[in-house]
């Protein structure tokens, strides 16, 4: 599943296995994030303390114009990124949309070398996010122009596509929620029920505003069947000014981006919780059946015993001493000779 860190696990590791390499590597290596995001690292020995990155992803929008170079407020983003340690390269490596001169003989040693690599490694998820930010930025706009009210489909992981429309006033995130089992539906629809009857609390009034319905909300109408077709329902966000003022904007713009992470990760700690406690009510099921088999067994031999020894008490004293008489005979005539009639004729 994937998770819920801005930097990317797989890139952080390698660029930390190049900066604590004890002497100068030669590394050049291709590698691909949740299918569609890759980067290439290269370092040479000639020059160790320069490590390339490049990087080349798809568009979060297809309605957005630029293909092959990034727009102006995304570079600056990145250029924020440790100035003192990344330099962006012009032109990028063919194939690419961005590369990176990433500079590790400026970066300090302990663990702020972790943290600064940390950074450099969530440069996928600046990108993607600042093209997000640049919708939410104008949700006060009062222009109206063609298709203001048309959704605008976006996709942050592949597969799993969500709508922003942006409206007066505010901008409607809506997510299309699809899975696999129908015990996820059945978790994730009595979740989603319950956040939004959370949602609508005087503790919740400053979040943004939450529906959850089975059926498309009408800004979704002339979108392609296939993107409409669910069984998990329909969950849409109200984002208004108060949302993305300040620090704000970088955490209700993650929120959105990994809506579907987390309601995954929901699901899957709610099925873990439900299998743990049926194991443990089975365990306690079984040892109390265990328990009550040995009591069971107990009663049973002690209700044996009770009955032989009432039937030997049924037995007069004149009639155990006869019994005794005649096993005793018994056990004469076993220990006699054997007689076999013809033997005495011989001499």
């Known amino acids: 599943m994937a998770c819920f860190e801005r930097a990317s696990p797989a890139l952080k590791e390698i660029l930390l296995k190049i900066y604590r390499a004890e002497r100068p590597v030669e ?8 299918g569609s995001v890759q980067y290439h690292v290269q370092c040479s020995v000639s020059d160790p303390h320069q490590t390339y990155l490049s990087i080349s992803m ?3 929008s297809q309605g957005l114009q630029f293909t092959t170079r990034l727009p102006n407020h995304t570079v600056d983003m990145v250029k924020g990124i440790c ?11 063919d194939g690419y949309q961005l590369t990176l001169r990433l500079n590790f003989a ?26 997000l930010k640049e919708m939410l930025r104008n949700v006060d706009s009062q222009e109206i122009s063609q298709g203001m009210y048309k959704a605008t489909k976006l996709i942050y992981h592949p597969g799993e596509p969500f709508y922003v429309i942006k409206q007066p006033a505010k901008i409607t995130a809506v997510f299309p929620m699809r899975f696999k089992e129908n015990t996820d539906v059945i978790i994730a629809t009595a979740f989603f029920q319950e956040l939004v009857v959370v949602g609508s609390t005087g503790a919740c009034a400053k979040a943004p505003h939450c529906i959850w319905s089975p059926i498309p909300p009408p800004e979704l109408r002339g979108e392609p069947i296939e993107d409409l077709s669910t069984n998990g329902g329909f969950v849409s966000f109200d984002i208004t000014s108060r949302h993305v003022e ?12 990994n809506f579907y992470t987390f309601v995954k990760y929901h699901v899957k700690s709610t099925r873990g919780f439900i299998h743990r406690r049926m194991r443990m009510r089975l365990g306690n099921l079984i040892e109390i059946l ?10 049973k031999n002690k209700v044996q015993g009770f009955k032989y020894v ?23 005539r076993i220990r006699s000779r054997l007689k076999i009639h013809g033997f005495r004729s011989f001499p």
Not at 27 to 34: A, L, R
Not at 290 to 299: F, K
């Open 310 to 332: 009432r039937k030997l008490a049924r037995f007069s004293k004149p009639k155990i001493v006869k019994r005794r008489c005649n096993f005793s005979k018994k056990l004469k």
């Open 290 to 299: 265990q328990d009550a088999g040995i009591e069971e067994d107990q009663i």
């Open 106 to 131: 400026r970066i300090p040693h302990g663990k702020v070398s972790t943290k600064i690599i940390a950074e450099i490694s969530s440069v996928q998820a600046v990108i993607l996010s600042s093209q």
């Open 58 to 60: 798809p568009l979060l």
């Open 27 to 34: 590394f050049d290596h291709q590698m691909h994030e949740f």
């Open 83 to 93: 100035p003192d340690v990344v330099e962006i390269i012009e032109p990028p490596k």
């Open 246 to 257: 300040g620090k704000k904007l970088d955490k209700t713009v993650w929120n959105l981006l």
